[in-house]
Nanobody, 113 residues
Framework: QVQLVESGGGLVQPGGSLRLSCAVS????????MAWYRQAPGKQRDWVAT???????YYTDSVKGRFTISRDNAKNTVYLQMNSLKPEDTAVYYC???????WGQGTQITVSS
């Protein structure tokens, strides 16, 4: 059973940065594609970024140039570095293990002055 645990959320001012982490267990992590999603209050959960097993990365347009997805296979962890944060980035952020369709519990990001 694949398990995912996110961390790194919090309150940040506009223009600030945060890094989210997602620790993964129960799988051969280096073989797996991973993704980040987010869900703002009252809205559907939206895709943010994906990283493949070969480190190819993909981003939704609204975060390109600001967010970076990366992975450390030695630590079974995927990261989301978020820079130049905007109030519209406020959401609960979830990591997802794509092949098993498993989700983490989510971590809240609030961008506000």
């Amino acid at each position: 059973q694949v398990q995912l645990v996110e961390s790194g959320g919090g309150l940040v001012q506009p223009g600030g940065s945060l890094r989210l982490s997602c620790a993964v267990s129960g799988t051969i992590f280096r073989r797996d594609a991973m993704a980040w999603y987010r869900q703002a209050p009252g809205k559907q959960r939206d895709w943010v970024a994906t990283i493949t097993s070969s480190d190819r990365t993909y981003y939704t347009d609204s975060v390109k140039g600001r967010f970076t997805i990366s992975r450390d296979n030695a630590k079974n962890t995927v990261y989301l570095q978020m820079n130049s944060l905007k109030p519209e980035d406020t959401a609960v952020y979830y990591c997802k293990h794509l092949s098993s369709d498993s989700w983490g519990q989510g971590t809240q990001i609030t961008v506000s002055s």
